[in-house]
């Protein structure tokens, strides 16, 4: 075995057991691969290991990966910030998006995405963090923009996405994700299906499942610890 699926099995076994002792299914958590910086060949090895779902952050070096990997069918998630100039080739070739904070991004993503393929799957990215992050949309403002946004046509919004500031302060960073599964609760009572929760990363996943997350992006405890 190589180190990318043994990682990937002892990743799947502790995102089990930690669902399994917050009282969730293990199979209510997803985990998503974050593959940026490394090469196709490590996607590669991480699909041949099972692994179906990857996420980039920077969109030439996704599109590249996407294109050279079509015949294995993944399923791909594009979470770095995005600029209106590089909405086309998302719309193109990502299966999500989970950063949009903007709706001018959103009209500009559905109105590039092609009638031949399924609707774009996105999460509004939340700035849970206050001042400290500047990607994402205000708790507050996420309410108008979620229902902008699930009206668009070749979009499909999914759930909520976000990105804590890095913090030692555990109690802190736990209050990041409830704030976020709070917000994901009043969106629903407010008319949105959404079934997403797009939070945790390789240092503090199991306390974003613990927090509710439906879906985990990780990088370094998958492929290891990134040179750039
Ligand atoms: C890089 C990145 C990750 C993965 O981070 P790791 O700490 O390597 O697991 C997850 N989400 C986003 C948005 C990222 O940019």
Same mark, same amino acid.
Request: aromatic share 4%; hydrophobic share 50%.
């Given at each position: 075995m190589t180190t990318i699926s043994i990682n990937?099995?002892?990743?799947?076994?502790?995102?089990?057991?930690?669902?399994?002792?917050?009282?969730?299914?293990?199979?209510?958590?997803?985990?998503?691969?974050?593959?940026?910086?490394?090469?196709?060949?490590?996607?590669?090895?991480?699909?041949?290991?099972g692994q179906r779902a990857f996420a980039e952050n920077y969109v !030439?070096?996704?599109?590249?990966?996407?294109?050279?990997?079509?015949?294995?069918?993944?399923?791909?998630? $594009?979470?770095?910030p995005l600029q209106s100039n590089k909405t086309k080739a998302v719309a193109e070739n990502f299966d999500w998006v989970q950063s949009v904070d903007r709706l001018k991004i959103a009209q500009r993503l559905?109105? !590039?995405r092609s009638p031949a393929l399924p609707p774009l799957q996105v999460c509004i990215q939340v700035n849970v963090s206050g001042e400290s992050s500047k990607s994402g949309i205000s708790p507050v403002e996420a309410m108008p923009l979620a229902h902008a946004v699930a009206a668009l046509p070749r979009l499909q919004l999914r759930g909520l996405m976000a990105i804590p500031e890095a913090s030692e302060d555990i109690a802190l960073l736990r209050q990041r994700f409830t704030a976020l599964r709070e917000l994901r609760g009043r969106l629903v009572t407010g008319g949105l299906e959404l079934d997403t929760l797009s939070m945790g990363m390789s240092q503090d996943f199991e306390m974003?499942?613990?927090?509710?997350?439906?879906?985990?992006?990780?990088?370094?405890?998958? $492929?290891?610890e990134r040179s750039t």
């Open positions: 990937l099995q002892a990743i799947t076994e502790r995102i089990a057991a930690v669902a399994q002792a917050a009282g969730r299914e293990a199979d209510s958590v997803r985990l998503l691969a974050v593959s940026k910086t490394w090469p196709a060949a490590s996607v590669r090895e991480a699909a041949g290991a !030439q070096e996704g599109v590249g990966k996407i294109i050279e990997l079509r015949h294995l069918d993944l399923e791909w998630h $594009f979470i770095g559905s109105a !590039q974003a499942i613990a927090e509710g997350a439906t879906l985990v992006r990780l990088g370094t405890a998958i $492929f290891g």
